[in-house]
């Protein structure tokens, strides 16, 4: 006859939907049990309920055989035996053991996370056009076996991973540049550029940094003002603009040359466009030119207070005060519709998956109407996301938005 099997000990509580948070000091363990899904709501910050992430408020030395955890041990440990101030203290700074294969789960969505920061960062530099995800993907992952940590940050992996690329000559690869303007006085603008030009050579190569020449006449005219009326100076029509291109890691010291010279930069793109065809946006070029007329009014009256009113309604009409000047404008205008269109719905799509730089970009164009329809409360709500997420030049506009 068979033997009975014997009873389940009494009492027994199965750790089914639970997981262990431990934490080692003063050479003892501390283990506590909580929910597997609330943990990292709370250490977020997200969830703020303990009770909802604590499956029971006791201290474990062997949560799974149910040792529970000296009081004298506690005190050496963290100076209370109160168990609520332990769990707490075990909950923020304890190692979080997950299954394998949650943990794959998240090592794959950080890796695809990184690959994506990485296909928006470089462009193929041969044809200056981004590598498709795809591409950047098969890259790390089949040739150089890249492995992301789950304690790192996406973006810092994210440069490290475009190092081990470039080293690696896996395929071509380099930063995408950034679009930048520089305003500097005319009479110190040669030594100037002689210095951003010097600053270009750092590592041998001259294409760190692609300077356009500087603009003269209308756009240039209108730029110098536009920068005094946002500045409130009285000298702007002294400003020469210069446009460029330039590696990410070169805008903090073309910042201070400018700085230093008695001008300053501004950020047009984060990133350049693959379509663009000179150093200064194209789609801008308009609306410099009617911005030079309203400067040169203002000029005329001797009142900045009305360069300030011409420039914070010019946003959005100038473009189209520049299109009757000739028989092409009306085609090249709906050109450039169609592009920012594409440009925006590109973006929109980045932005809603929480890039911050499309963030930046989407707000711009619902505050100046190009591919959008132009929504000055949408502009607003986009580029105060992206300034959360740090990108500085979404808190400039938010700031000159305050101003006007």
């Known amino acids: 006859m068979p033997k009975k099997a014997p009873d389940a000990p009494v009492g027994q509580k199965r750790l ?33 309920n303990i ?18 955890a000296k009081q004298e041990d506690m005190i050496e440990a963290f100076g209370t035996d109160d168990e609520d101030k332990v769990c707490v203290e075990v909950l923020n700074k304890g190692e979080f053991q997950v299954s394998e294969q949650e943990r794959q789960m998240q090592v794959d969505g950080l890796f695809k996370d990184i690959a994506s920061r990485v296909a928006d960062m470089c462009v193929n530099p041969e044809t200056q056009v981004p590598y498709p995800l795809t591409t950047i993907e098969r890259a790390l992952r089949e040739t150089l076996h890249f492995a992301p940590a789950l304690n790192h940050s996406a973006k810092q992996q994210a440069l490290q991973a475009i190092k081990q690329l470039e080293a690696a000559n896996v395929l071509p690869i380099s930063r995408a540049k950034m679009r ?22 750092g590592d041998g190569t001259h294409e760190r940094l692609t300077l356009a020449p500087p603009e003269a006449g209308a756009a240039g005219a209108a730029a110098g003002a536009a920068a005094g009326a946002a500045a409130g100076a009285a000298g702007a029509a002294s400003l020469v ?33 693959a379509d663009a065809s000179s150093a200064v946006p194209d789609a801008r070029v308009e609306e410099a030119a ?36 000739g028989g092409a404008a009306p085609s090249r ?3 450039d519709a169609k592009r920012f269109e594409r440009i925006f719905v590109r973006n929109l799509k980045s932005a809603e998956n929480g890039d ?27 580029l105060e996301q992206a300034a959360l997420q740090g990108v500085q030049a979404a808190t400039k506009r938010l700031q000159e938005i305050a101003l006007t």
């Open 16 to 48: 089914t939907n639970i997981c262990i948070v431990r934490l080692k000091r003063c050479g003892k363990k501390f283990e506590v049990a909580a929910y597997r899904n609330t943990v990292v709501a709370w250490r977020n910050g997200v969830e703020k």
């Open 51 to 68: 009770d909802e992430v604590l499956q029971v408020h006791t201290i474990f030395s062997n949560l799974g055989k149910g040792f529970l």
């Open 180 to 201: 930048l303007r520089l305003l500097l006085p005319a009479e110190r603008l040669d030594e100037a550029l002689a210095a951003a030009a010097a600053l270009a050579e």
């Open 241 to 273: 603009s210069v446009g460029c291109h330039a590696e990410p890691s070169l805008f903090r010291a073309l910042s201070d040359l400018c700085r230093d010279a008695g001008g300053s930069v501004q950020l047009i793109e984060l990133k350049a466009n």
């Open 290 to 325: 009617a911005a030079a007329s309203s400067a040169a009014a203002a000029s005329a009256a001797n009142s900045g207070a009305s360069v300030v009113s011409q420039r914070t309604g010019g946003a959005g009409a100038a473009p189209r005060a520049a299109a009757p000047s």
């Open 333 to 335: 205008g709906a050109a």
């Open 356 to 382: 911050p730089v499309a963030q930046l970009e989407v707000g711009k164009a619902c505050l100046e109407g190009k591919g959008v329809e132009r929504d000055e409360a949408a502009g607003r709500k986009w």
